[in-house]
């Protein structure tokens, strides 16, 4: 049975963002950098803002957008100038990588083989991953040939062609795993050195990644020193031989631009954003005249270019204030973030960073978390003890035996100089660093010392053993 079909009204609550809201959220995120490049492309793209100018011009031919309403009409007609008098700093650098691919398949071209043959070799390099590994099993490989580019061959051929590939530059590409990777970086080296690292490598990998390292010089026959010489030879081979170049075409170096720089004198705490100006917005006044008088005019070309001018003139507005609110947002957060950690930029000593949570900093601006989140996202500070990202002075905290708070960064801190003062011949284990620690005035359990311990990267007592 059809139900019957009516009107009804419906009253709904809904949250929107304004277009200046959205703007100020997009900008507060980016970084010096960006936004400079976000600046400069609003500029180039509504003539009615313009980049800072000497305030002789602007006073006898540019009118500030503040003197007209909001409901004026204006004519499309305006003056550009976007570019200042200052020479703009440039912060992008420039750089011609040959990608892992192509390199690969250069040195292919090289090859005495078949077409059919350079045909799988190719497939095999394009199936290499980013380490230059060959992690699919050679039978899975010739299927996906024969499925995906009606290419047909056997296992025998795929692994003929895959020794050739491993007979490329860099040396260890298509490894199948990371001891055939180091094996084929040795396969060169005839020197005893280079023997003993092969058979530790082909015979004795297992105890050698466990680090039984008394089994395999008693089983080899070798001295303590010609083992710790075998270990550091192997210790220089690359176990990612992909990443030698780069498959991006892109430069990988990141080039930092402080936001922020702080200032230390006479005991006094403070910061300067030297690369942060505001665009201004002015209209000239020889169009400016005419934006008033297409108010009155009935003339339908003259009302359709001033919808067009109005719609720039709110766009250029919003951006300004964006900018404004972003900068305001920022000093307020770094303000903050200053006040928090007074002790610690004064002298850059990580044992005065106290514990830190985006909320505190929240609760201290009166901005939502997730705005301190955006701010503090891709955004460095230049102090007199180094540069450091935002995102550096926030961390958790546990409570010492006195019951003060103690920042994690500072329970790592005392956890590494631990380690690196241990006898590597009898490295500490977790329970022994958990005495150590309590014994520094640190109440940490076992648990959360292996959580530190490999937060910074330190294996276990055991794969940190050295003869």
Known sequence: MMQGQGLGLELKLQTKLSPLQIQTIKLIELPIQELEQRKRKELEENPVLEEDTSLEDSKSKDVSLDEYKADDTPSYKLYVNNYGKDERPQYNTFSVKESFTQSLMDQLGYCDIS?????????????????GYLSSSIDKIVDDMAFRANIMTTDEEALRMLRVIQGFDPAGVGARDLRECLLLQLETDTSR??????????DYYNEFTSRHFQKIISRLGLSEEEFRDAVKRISKLNPSPGGQIDDSYNDQAQQIV???????????????????????????????????????SEDREAKEAAAFVKKKLDSAKWFVEAVKQRYNTLSKTMQAILDFQHDYFVDGDESNLKPMVLKDIAEKTGFDISTISRVVNSKYIETHFGVYPLKYFFSEGLADQSGK??????????????IGEEDKRKPLTDDRLVTLMEEKGYKVARRTVAKYRDQLGIPTARLRKEL
Not at 270 to 284: A, Q, S, T
Not at 409 to 416: F, H, N, Q, T
């Open 115 to 131: 077409e059919h043959e350079r045909q799988v070799a190719a497939f095999l390099i394009g199936s290499l991953d980013d380490r």
């Open 193 to 202: 050195l280079g023997e003993i690292s092969r058979t530790i490598l082909r």
């Open 258 to 296: 402080p936001d922020f720089i702080l200032n230390y004198e006479n005991g006094t705490l403070g910061f300067d954003m030297p690369r942060f100006n505001i665009p201004e917005l002015k209209v000239n006044r020889k169009y400016a005249n005419i934006l008033l008088q297409a108010a009155s």
């Open 405 to 418: 708070e103690v920042s994690t960064r500072e329970l790592k801190k005392v956890l590494g100089e631990l």
